[in-house]
């Protein structure tokens, strides 16, 4: 645990500050606003795609940039663009999306300004509903494509592409094979789910290097993360917090493990730690 004053938070969005409805909690809303009247940054570090994040982003009041797609990329929403990003080679994309077809398995393509896929799963129409609710103005962009070739050919960039299946067997040996391929940092985001970026994007780099950028040292960090993504934060800043519901692997190198996303205990420990 730091013993230095907390100058930011960093909060991962699913799993962790959102609940299992996929909202914020309203203590989780009152204690951000709270530290952010004391001074303290608070940021947005997440898995999303920019498009995903803005809504919750602008509900939590913020009006920094956010970290997107496991620290891709820091969008500023202000200006409409990356503040700075490492989007992955076109050739890249479609060698793992080759790969992906060859084993069978379900793919997101993340492009520069839309979350595109080609098979649509309950989890999406889901999403494509609850992103509908939302003004144009702010609403994401998810897009159903033919085909993901022409897309990576048409996108101005590519920053992630997201690997999934019910079958873990048929994962499993996708993941076997991904992990041969130089060039990419492939890490868990759900137990069925797998995000792959360009190798050295991760959050905790991201982050500390954001942070750093405002004269905040690591040790002055409070982050909130749930899965193995999360597991470069969590270990790098001054005091690292696991959900009850995280990963064990997340939970191995936490400061701390707190009760789940259903909860209040988020509100609770910035409560606690920020002056």
Excluded at 45 to 67: K, M
């Amino acid at each position: 645990m730091t013993g230095k004053t907390i100058r930011l938070v960093a909060l991962d969005l699913d799993g962790t500050s959102l609940d299992g409805a996929g909202r914020f909690r309203d203590s989780t809303r009152e204690a951000v606003a709270r530290a952010r009247a004391a001074g303290v940054e608070v940021v947005v570090v997440t898995g999303r795609h920019h498009v995903l994040t803005r809504p919750l982003h602008a509900e939590l009041g913020l009006d920094n940039p956010a970290i997107c797609c496991n620290g891709t990329y820091v969008w500023d929403f202000a200006e409409g663009r990356p503040v700075v990003g490492e989007p992955m080679a076109k050739d890249q994309a479609r060698r793992m999306v080759a790969l992906c077809r060859r084993h069978g398995v379900h793919m997101l393509v993340y492009l520069r300004d839309a979350m595109t896929y080609e098979v649509a799963t309950p989890h999406l129409d889901g999403l494509s509903a609850w992103a509908s609710s939302f003004p144009e103005p702010i609403r994401p962009r998810l897009e159903q494509i033919p085909d993901f070739e022409a897309a990576i050919a048409a996108a101005p960039l590519v920053w992630k592409v997201v690997v999934s299946s019910p079958d873990p067997d048929v994962l499993a040996a996708w993941r076997a094979e991904a992990g041969t391929f130089d060039g990419f940092n492939i890490e868990a985001s759900w137990i069925d789910r797998y995000d792959v970026m360009v190798s050295g994007a991760s959050k905790g780099p991201r982050l500390i290097e954001w942070a750093a950028a405002k004269g905040i040292a690591a040790d002055e960090i409070l982050a909130f993360g749930d899965n193995l993504n999360d597991v470069t934060m969590i270990s790098a800043v001054g005091h690292g917090v696991a959900m009850g519901n995280a990963a064990d692997g997340l939970k191995a190198v936490a400061d701390e493990i707190i009760g789940d996303n259903d909860g209040d205990d988020i509100a609770a420990v910035m409560k606690r730690m920020i002056a």
